[in-house]
């Protein structure tokens, strides 16, 4: 799973520590969500999603979605 992550804590001026104080959680779980090698609960998602004030459909690209925009 692909995300946005980077790209909107870019946006919000964020580092991976200040997104990971926000939503309660360390910075490597930050790290690990957004190089696609940890999937975060529906709970997280949520909650970084809210930090960074979108939806979780905007933050999170699934493979699905992926081959879907490439047909």
């Known amino acids: 799973m692909k995300t946005r992550i980077k790209e909107l804590r870019a946006r919000y001026d964020l580092t991976q520590e200040d997104l990971a104080r926000k939503v ?3 910075r490597e779980t930050i790290l690990f969500i957004e190089k696609g090698k940890y999937n975060p609960s529906l709970k997280l998602a949520h909650d ?3 930090a960074l004030q979108t939806t979780i459909d905007e933050l999170f ?3 699905d ?3 879907e925009r490439n047909e």
């Open 24 to 26: 309660s959680v360390r």
């Open 48 to 50: 970084i999603a809210k």
């Open 61 to 63: 690209i699934f493979e």
């Open 65 to 67: 979605d992926l081959e």
